[in-house]
């Protein structure tokens, strides 16, 4: 009901800029608002900045807005420095908060009482309006939340590679290869899990080492440790593999705004190899279960 309600207006409001479409445009005019702001282009963009934004600025506002990232701030700044005009791309930019515009994966959804109770819970009225807002920014972005699993045995896109990759990987090489180290690794701001204990920045670490796993199986956290490319550069159309994500965990070690670590520092790197390669072996093999990323769980009421 409420998409429906956003669309009517929309549609009264252009009909309207119809009606005056005759008139003169003033000298100067630059078809922007009183503030200088473009209006919302989308129905996503203006369900948030009336619904969403308002709630973020009462709710959330004295502990997360700043420099997202900044060293020495313990508080995730997930709102951005910007002002109220500037939450939308803060907020769309991570991952973990929106959930890959999935609200069951959403931590700005499903995060609840926290802070050692000083910060409330959402109420159900403003979760549904988070709820709302997701799913239609997911359905604008055209972002399928349920898709079909892969049947070709090789991989077409980088997606299909990855969920299939996704449907291989066991726990049980996961704890055997000891991946779940990572949460361990030390940096100058203390250990990974300290931050991204609830997935900042598109890294899941935590203590719980199957939920660990459990997690970084999902789409929108599986490309920390792992990426996708096409198996012949040249010829896409042979289709696309796996592969480890050094890369990224090696220039997020000195990335600006970033705590310094070593990322050689510690077995967690070889650990990290060592489980690939089991990975790669029940390919190979054909021992995988089936390919797709694990079903979002369901928001709690």
């Known amino acids: 009901m409420r998409l429906q309600t956003y669309l009517a207006t929309m549609a009264l409001v252009l009909g309207s800029a119809a009606c005056v479409g005759s008139l003169d445009t003033m000298t100067g005019d630059d078809q922007m608002g009183d503030d200088g702001i473009d209006p919302p282009t989308s129905v996503a963009r203006m369900m948030f900045d009336t619904d969403v934004a308002p709630m973020l600025t009462t709710a959330c506002g004295s502990c997360h807005v700043g420099a997202v990232d900044a060293v020495g701030d313990l508080s995730y700044n997930y709102m951005g420095a910007d002002g109220v005009t500037g939450y939308y791309?803060?907020?769309?930019?991570?991952?973990?908060?929106?959930?890959?515009?999935?609200?069951?994966?959403?931590?700005?959804?499903?995060?609840?009482?926290?802070?050692?109770?000083?910060?409330?819970?959402?109420?159900?009225?403003?979760?549904?309006?988070?709820?709302?807002?997701?799913?239609?920014?997911?359905?604008?972005?055209?972002?399928?939340?349920?898709?079909?699993?892969?049947?070709?045995?090789?991989?077409?896109?980088?997606?299909?590679?990855?969920?299939?990759?996704?449907?291989?990987?066991?726990?049980?090489?996961?704890?055997?290869?000891?991946?779940?180290?990572?949460?361990?690794?030390?940096?100058?701001?203390?250990?990974?899990?300290?931050?991204?204990?609830?997935?900042?920045?598109?890294?899941?670490?935590?203590a719980d080492d199957n939920n660990m796993f459990e997690m970084?199986?999902?789409?929108?956290?599986?490309?920390?440790?792992?990426?996708?490319?096409?198996?012949?550069?040249?010829?896409?159309?042979?289709?696309?593999?796996?592969?480890?994500?050094?890369?990224?965990?090696?220039?997020?070690?000195?990335?600006?705004?970033?705590?310094?670590?070593?990322p050689d520092g510690g077995n967690q790197m070889q650990n990290l190899r060592n489980f690939y390669d089991l990975t790669k072996g029940r390919i190979t093999a054909g021992t995988c279960g089936p390919a797709g990323f694990p079903a979002a769980p369901p928001v709690t009421p």
């Not at 704890?175 to 991204?196: I, N």
């Not at 592969?243 to 220039?251: D, P, T, V």
Request: glycine content about 8%.
């Open 216 to 262: 970084n199986r999902y789409e929108i956290y599986i490309t920390t440790f792992f990426t996708a490319a096409p198996i012949n550069v040249a010829d896409p159309s042979q289709g696309y593999q796996v592969l480890l994500n050094e890369s990224k965990l090696r220039a997020k070690a000195n990335a600006v705004g970033h705590p310094a670590y070593n």
């Open 89 to 206: 791309n803060a907020v769309t930019m991570d991952a973990s908060v929106t959930g890959g515009f999935d609200p069951g994966l959403s931590n700005l959804v499903n995060k609840g009482l926290h802070d050692n109770g000083n910060a409330r819970a959402w109420s159900q009225t403003e979760k549904d309006a988070i709820t709302e807002w997701l799913l239609t920014e997911a359905d604008e972005r055209g972002i399928d939340l349920d898709p079909a699993p892969p049947v070709n045995p090789t991989p077409t896109t980088s997606r299909e590679a990855l969920a299939q990759w996704s449907g291989c990987m066991s726990v049980d090489d996961w704890l055997t290869s000891q991946v779940h180290q990572w949460a361990d690794k030390g940096s100058e701001r203390g250990q990974c899990m300290s931050c991204h204990n609830q997935g900042a920045g598109g890294f899941y670490a935590t």
